[in-house]
């Protein structure tokens, strides 16, 4: 277990220890006969108490019900309401003389504090939601809003008027609201099997016609958007292959390095060498049948390309090309040297290549562990989170008793 591991689970230790010992001590403390009451903007509070008498001892939840209000507040509360209904109830509309947008009545204000009751006279005009029905009128209306408001058991009643008129048709949500208005009529009046649509509004004549569809062009951009999805991910999904054929390359480079070594320090050539590692895979495919290793079968290709008549120089190029990794472009430069110069380097060389692969697999093998470790941290950190939840809040909800 690593020291930062260690550290925080004595961290939760210790501060679970520091919360349940104060829960121990909150429970401790004798109540009195009294308990606050929320104040008289906040809901019910819940209370659970252990109460014990007559050799009897048990737990009882207690609902505390918050203050009731002065006539001080309340009438604060009544005057914010009317302040708030003048400023929100007539909406996008310009001017209580001229209303014909939708109203915006509600059944509350003071921040829920104050309910209110609506009543419009005369009716059939304007309905308690502040829905205007064009069709109840045809000259200027004036119209009576009551309204009751209401503080638990005390009631305001706050009288007003306005003007409902019929829809600015230069506007263009009076124009819809006219054509909407004139529509509904004709819908109503005629009986037949064809409804017949206005032909004209406050002497200006209307023309309908089916709007353009745009169904065939969403169809077709969806279609291209489509397609340069799946090219650019088929893109991604081949670079993510070649990343991981790459991985798989890196990863059976220090195996054909070694065995190399190992047989040049025999004294075998590596034309020789190469020949008898083809022969030691066939011997291992043939015992896991299902499973291939892709440097080794490049390296058959080569052998075999030598044995037909293939450059040497050219085969191992070629293989350093078909093995998509750096390191094994690199062994096909020594190689060559090799076929150059002979074999008195050689040796040296892929000891050398042997040393740095053994390191560099020991720093992948210590990269591969730190990334573990940090990937457990976000588990470790949800389940702290958890743990903290668990044991603070019912701690503190015992201490603000």
Known sequence: MKKNHLMLIIAIVLLGI????LSFYDALVERTVTIERPSAEDEDRDVRL?????????QIDISVIPQKMGEDQIEKLFDQAISEIDESFFGDNESPDAVWRRLKPRTSYAGDMVGAQWDFSPGGIVDPSGDIDHTGFEEDEIITADCTLSIEDEKRDYTFYFTVVQPDVKSPEGFLEAVR????????DNAGTEMVLPGDISGQKLLWKKPVEYKGLILCVLGLVTGVALYLGSGIDEKREMVKKREV????????????SLYV??????????DRMEKQYMKWKGAHPKEEKCAYENLILMNRAIRDGALEGDAYDRYGRNCIHPSYRKLTVLLRQNLRHG????L????????MVREARLRDIKTAGEQVSTKLL???GGLLGMILIVLIVPALMSISL
């Open 348 to 355: 040296e060389q892929l000891s050398h290549e042997e040393q």
């Open 265 to 274: 320090g025999a004294g075998i050539s590596p034309r020789g060498a190469f």
């Open 18 to 21: 520091i919360i349940q010992g």
């Open 249 to 260: 390359y890196g990863r059976q480079y220090p195996d054909i390095v070694e065995n190399l």
């Open 378 to 380: 976000i588990p470790m």
């Open 343 to 346: 074999n008195e380097r050689l």
């Open 181 to 188: 208005m004139l529509v509904e009529r004709s819908n109503e």
């Open 50 to 58: 252990e109460v014990s008498g007559a050799g009897q001892k048990s």
